[in-house]
C-alpha cells in the first residue's frame, strides 16, 4: 500500500488508523473537521483536508492525482446516544457514504473499505421476526445497513473493489464518547458501581490499535465484496469480560450483573467471525491487559481529570 484516503481520521479510530499506515509508510491523506487531533502525528506523509460531508463533492479536485490504493470511510454523524433517534440524521449518513465510494471510483481508489457496526446483526435478526420491539440503535445499525448494501453494489457496478468491517465493541487511548468500556472503567476508577445487563450475554471487546490492524489487514488481503467481523474468533461472556477489567484496575469494586435487562440481540451466527483470520491471517495481538490498564490510564489524566 502506497496512497490512501481517510475520512474520519480525527475520530477515535480513524486517527489510530492513521498512526498505523504512517508507521507502515502509507502516504495519507486524513479528512476530517479538526486537524488539531492529529498534531501528534507529526509526519511529512500525512496531508489534512479539511471536508464536512457537503464539500466531499470537491475532494477530486481538493486531492492530488494519484494512484490510491485505498479509500477507508469512517466519517459518520452520530454514533452514540440520542443521535440514534435522528433518522433524518442517519439516512443523510448513508446519502454521503454512497456519496464517498463514487468519490473514490472518480479518484481511481482500487479499492473502498467501509467501517460499520455489529448492531447491524441485531437489525438483520429483526428483520426475519414478524414481531419485535427495536431499539432506537436499529435507527442507526439501519442506516449502516442500508450503506453497506448500496455501497456493495455500487461498487460493483463501478467496477471498484468493496470491503466492510463490522467493528465489535472497542476500548482504547483517545475515546471521549460515554460507551459501556469508559463508563465501567470511570466507576471502578472512582470507587462507584455500576449497574449491568446479565452476566451471561454474549459479548467481546477489543482494542483500537487491533481495530487499526484489521482495517490494514482488510485492505490488504480482504476478498472483494466480503463483510469482516472485526473482533476475536471466539467469544466471550460480558460478565467475564468485565470482571476481569474489574481485577485489573479495582479488584473491591461493584458490578452489579443483571440490572438491567439486555434488549440488544446480537446474532453472531448471522456473520462468520472466522473469515478476517482465515482470509487475512489477522488476529487480535495485544496484551488484554496492559491495553486495558493503558485505557484506565488515559481515562484517568483525560475524561476524569477534564471534569475536575
Known amino acids: 500500500m502506497k496512497y490512501a484516503i481517510v475520512t474520519g481520521a480525527d475520530g477515535f479510530i480513524g486517527h489510530c488508523l492513521v498512526k498505523h499506515l504512517l508507521s507502515l509508510g502509507v502516504e495519507v491523506f486524513g479528512i476530517g473537521i479538526n486537524q488539531d487531533k492529529l498534531l501528534d502525528l507529526n509526519c511529512d506523509k500525512l496531508h489534512f483536508i479539511k471536508a464536512y460531508f457537503e464539500d466531499y463533492i470537491n475532494l477530486p479536485t481538493l486531492l492530488p492525482k ?7 470511510h469512517f466519517a459518520w454523524n452520530g454514533v452514540f446516544g440520542h443521535a440514534f433517534k435522528n ?13 464517498a465510494l463514487m468519490i473514490a471510483k472518480q479518484l481511481n481508489c482500487k479499492k473502498f473499505i467501509l467501517a460499520s457496526t ?14 419485535f420491539e427495536p431499539r432506537y440503535t436499529n435507527i442507526y445499525a439501519m442506516a449502516k445497513l442500508s450503506a453497506e448494501m448500496m455501497c456493495k453494489t455500487l461498487a460493483y457496478q463501478n ?6 468491517g463490522l467493528i465489535s465493541m472497542v476500548y482504547g487511548e483517545n475515546n471521549y464518547s460515554m460507551m459501556i468500556p469508559n463508563v465501567v472503567i470511570s466507576n471502578l476508577l472512582q470507587n462507584k458501581e455500576s449497574n449491568l445487563i446479565d452476566y ?26 466480503k463483510t469482516y467481523y ?5 467469544l466471550s461472556t460480558f460478565g467475564a469480560i468485565f470482571t476481569k477489567v474489574k481485577n485489573l484496575i479495582n479488584p473491591n469494586g461493584v458490578l452489579n450483573f443483571g440490572v438491567y435487562k439486555d434488549t440488544t440481540i446480537i446474532d453472531y451466527s448471522l456473520t462468520d ?22 485505557t484506565a ?8 481529570g477534564r471534569k475536575q
Not at 472485526?230 to 471466539?234: A, D, W
Open 66 to 72: 494519484l494512484n490510491y490504493d485505498v479509500f477507508f
Open 87 to 99: 433518522y433524518e440524521l442517519q439516512l443523510s449518513n448513508a446519502k454521503y457514504c454512497c456519496d
Open 118 to 131: 455489529i448492531n447491524t446483526l441485531e437489525t438483520r435478526h429483526y428483520m426475519s421476526l414478524d414481531y
Open 159 to 164: 467496477k471498484i473493489e468493496f470491503n466492510c
Open 200 to 225: 451471561n450475554t454474549k459479548y467481546d471487546v477489543i482494542y483500537v490499535e487491533d481495530v487499526a490492524n484489521a482495517f490494514i489487514a482488510i485492505a490488504e488481503k480482504g476478498v472483494n465484496q
Open 230 to 234: 472485526i473482533g476475536h474468533s471466539s
Open 273 to 294: 467471525i472466522s473469515a478476517l483470520k482465515i482470509d487475512t491471517n489477522f488476529e487480535p495481538v495485544n496484551d488484554f491487559d496492559k491495553s486495558i490498564l493503558s
Open 297 to 304: 490510564n488515559w481515562i484517568k489524566n483525560n475524561l476524569l
